[in-house]
């Protein structure tokens, strides 16, 4: 089965972002490659398992990691199912494999202290772009927004009047989310000087460039490492910090995990859990606080 009908499967089915197919085939064909270099024309519906492994170890050789290892894997898996589904194999030959181990890291997300500072004290430019980023940042803070949810955010799915903004997220799945009071006037003038653009190229889109057109990834991640640096410390500072930060801030001021989930657009509470355990010092506040064994002595 030629890797382009997997491919064709996850992007008209599955619904699949562009990134995510990229990545797919772009494991799929390494993997092929190295196969072909091994043991010549081979068609990956007739790899067996012990070549799968010959794959590993040849990825550990080089010092490629478990998390970058387990992704690849992933996307074999993903193609042996379609083949599984597809009536063009009775067995993968990934069946009984588990995943390498690994050691989950959770980046650090910004503090309230620097959240304020950042947009209470920071000054941004007054032009076009300066109001754009200052709102970029707001409404990624506000809304826990994925970087391409934000970039793909068009005009119709924004409602100030109602206070709300629907997002597509993953697989086309749209979800809303209220949008808080302060949000309002950056959005406002951000429109006013949107307007003013000599040219909008991409006009169903919300946030544009200068140019006209809509928003690039790099862009967006510039605008976040570039502002966060003059307020921050961290080493890791992006999109998807903000998106860290905006769950870890409301759990740690009592927002149900449930809710929290539905705002990410988290498919299960296994993904929205990790943000419960950012903040140890709230944490052991909150258990001080509520259990009725921890009083003081009298």
């Not at 890797?3 to 990545?23: D, G, P, S």
């Amino acid at each position: 089965m030629p890797i382009v009908a997997f491919v064709n499967y996850l992007r008209l089915e599955k619904n699949y972002a562009f990134n995510t197919i990229k990545a797919y085939e772009r494991d799929l064909q390494l993997f092929q490659v190295f196969c072909e270099n091994t043991f010549g024309a081979i068609a990956l519906n007739e790899v067996s398992y012990s070549l799968i492994r010959s794959w590993i170890v040849f990825l550990v050789d080089q010092d490629k990691s478990n998390v970058t290892i387990n992704r690849k894997i992933a996307s074999l898996n993903a193609y042996y199912n379609f083949a599984l589904k597809s009536g063009q194999l009775t067995q993968s030959p990934l069946l009984g494999h588990k995943s390498l181990k690994v050691q989950r890291k959770i980046a650090l997300p910004f503090s309230e202290n620097e959240m304020d500072e950042l947009l209470s004290k920071v000054p941004f430019p007054s032009d076009f772009e300066g109001t754009r980023d200052r709102l970029i940042v707001s409404l990624l803070y506000a809304t826990g927004m994925r970087r391409a949810e934000l970039i793909g955010l068009k005009c119709s799915q924004l409602d100030i009047n109602i206070s709300q903004l629907k997002v597509l997220g993953k697989r086309n799945k749209e979800r809303v989310i209220p949008l808080v009071s302060s949000l309002i006037p950056l959005i406002k003038a951000y429109l006013s000087q949107r307007t003013a653009l000599p040219e909008r190229v991409d006009d169903t889109y919300f946030f544009l460039l200068p140019s006209g057109k809509k928003l690039y990834e790099t862009l967006v991640y510039r605008v976040i490492n570039h502002y966060f640096g003059l307020v921050s410390t961290k080493v890791k500072k992006s999109p998807h910090i903000l998106r860290h930060t905006f769950a870890t801030h409301l759990l740690n001021r009592g927002a149900d995990m449930q809710s929290v989930k539905d705002l990410l657009g988290h498919a299960s509470l296994a993904s929205t859990q990790v943000y419960a355990h950012n903040n140890m010092a709230a944490l052991k506040k909150a258990y001080g606080n509520s259990h009725p064994r921890n009083k003081p002595k009298v």
